[in-house]
């Protein structure tokens, strides 16, 4: 089941859902009325039944036996369920106008990008880091998103006071 795909099919395949989803807010009455707030508990099951899976997934992975093909193509599917639920939150944000599907995708490759300088900002030549070391870099990258974070907040509500 395996295959690999060039980025240009990815794009294409993401576009393409992305406009079936937004068909369905147009078209479909019960995608038409969905919230955040309806599809909240959608996420949390789509989220419990992916943790399953990935579990399932992980101790089939010993051996190359149906029960093993099943469980990837039972993960793949809740994988494909928990994508729908963040496109389908993104529909309802470039409706109503909050935010966009690019700005979700802009926004997590930042924060993979920030948070992985061992990765996308050290010499090639220079050793990788010690666990010790990444658990020290990655208290300080959480510690620096908190505060900006907080300042963020604290710079919205100055606005609105």
């Given at each position: 089941m395996t295959t690999e795909r060039n980025p240009v099919d990815l794009g294409r395949r993401l576009v393409s859902l992305h406009q079936v989803i937004t068909r369905l807010r147009r078209e479909c009455p019960w995608d038409r009325v969905q919230t955040h707030a309806t599809l909240?508990?959608?996420?949390?099951?789509?989220?419990?039944?992916?943790a399953e899976a990935l579990q399932t997934a992980e101790d089939a992975l010993t051996?190359?036996?149906a029960e093993s093909a099943t469980a990837i193509e039972d993960l793949v599917e809740e994988l494909g369920?928990?994508?729908?639920?963040?496109?389908?939150?993104?529909?309802?944000g470039e409706q109503a106008g909050t935010f966009t599907l690019a700005e979700v995708l802009e926004t997590v490759e930042a924060k993979m990008l920030r948070r992985h300088p061992h990765v996308f900002e050290r010499d090639p030549n220079a050793p990788e880091p010690t666990d010790d070391e990444l658990s020290a870099q990655w208290e300080a990258i959480k510690a620096a998103e908190r505060e900006a974070r907080a300042q963020r907040i604290a710079a919205r509500e100055a606005r609105t006071s």
């Amino acid at each position: 089941m395996t295959t690999e795909r060039n980025p240009v099919d990815l794009g294409r395949r993401l576009v393409s859902l992305h406009q079936v989803i937004t068909r369905l807010r147009r078209e479909c009455p019960w995608d038409r009325v969905q919230t955040h707030a309806t599809l909240a508990p959608y996420a949390l099951d789509e989220a419990s039944e992916l943790a399953e899976a990935l579990q399932t997934a992980e101790d089939a992975l010993t051996g190359d036996t149906a029960e093993s093909a099943t469980a990837i193509e039972d993960l793949v599917e809740e994988l494909g369920d928990v994508l729908l639920q963040v496109l389908m939150n993104a529909a309802i944000g470039e409706q109503a106008g909050t935010f966009t599907l690019a700005e979700v995708l802009e926004t997590v490759e930042a924060k993979m990008l920030r948070r992985h300088p061992h990765v996308f900002e050290r010499d090639p030549n220079a050793p990788e880091p010690t666990d010790d070391e990444l658990s020290a870099q990655w208290e300080a990258i959480k510690a620096a998103e908190r505060e900006a974070r907080a300042q963020r907040i604290a710079a919205r509500e100055a606005r609105t006071s």
